[in-house]
């Protein structure tokens, strides 16, 4: 289903990028999701289109929908506005969620500094302690073999 589109509603300037669609094509909207607008601009309903279509140009006959975009894991349902048109669905759907580090407070690193000094400290003594267990294991195995031969004799 092939659909006449007007060239003059689009508001988006075409000079802005050097890579846009020739002026002599239309712009690209996905076949299914033209049939679902035109079918709700007719009954004159408003529901949420689901669309993977991410490609698809936002044309004047998309507004005032909500049409939800997938973002590679989910959809988000988005309202389409007069200033959207010219832009494509996949601009207004990120697909990734930038994550900063964590900001560090000068009072929780001098904290940090305090617990890891005890912490190593604890982590010396337990050493240490573990080290004379096994020095008393090992006299009283000497001493229980002493023992036996003194027996035997």
């Given amino acids: 289903m092939t659909r006449s589109l007007n060239k003059n509603p689009l508001t988006r300037s075409l000079n802005k990028n050097p890579l846009t669609r020739s002026l002599n094509k239309n712009p690209f909207v996905a076949n299914h999701l033209l049939r679902k607008i035109d079918k709700l601009n007719t009954k004159k309903k408003k529901e949420i289109i689901v669309t993977w279509s991410r490609a698809s140009t936002i044309i004047p006959i998309m507004i005032g929908h909500t049409i939800a975009i997938h973002n590679g894991r989910e ?3 988005i309202y389409i506005r007069s ?3 010219g832009h494509k669905l996949g601009e207004f759907a990120p697909t990734l969620n ?3 580090h964590e900001k560090k407070d000068k009072k929780s690193q001098k904290k940090d500094k305090k617990s890891q000094k005890n912490d190593r400290q604890s982590q010396k003594n337990d050493r240490k ?4 267990d096994r020095q008393s294991q090992k006299n009283d ?3 229980q ?3 036996r031969k003194s027996r035997r004799r």
């Fill in 83 to 85: 200033r959207m048109t």
């Fill in 141 to 143: 195995r000497k001493s």
């Fill in 98 to 100: 930038f994550q900063e």
């Fill in 129 to 132: 302690s573990q080290k004379n």
């Fill in 75 to 77: 959809h988000l349902p």
């Fill in 145 to 147: 073999k002493n023992d």
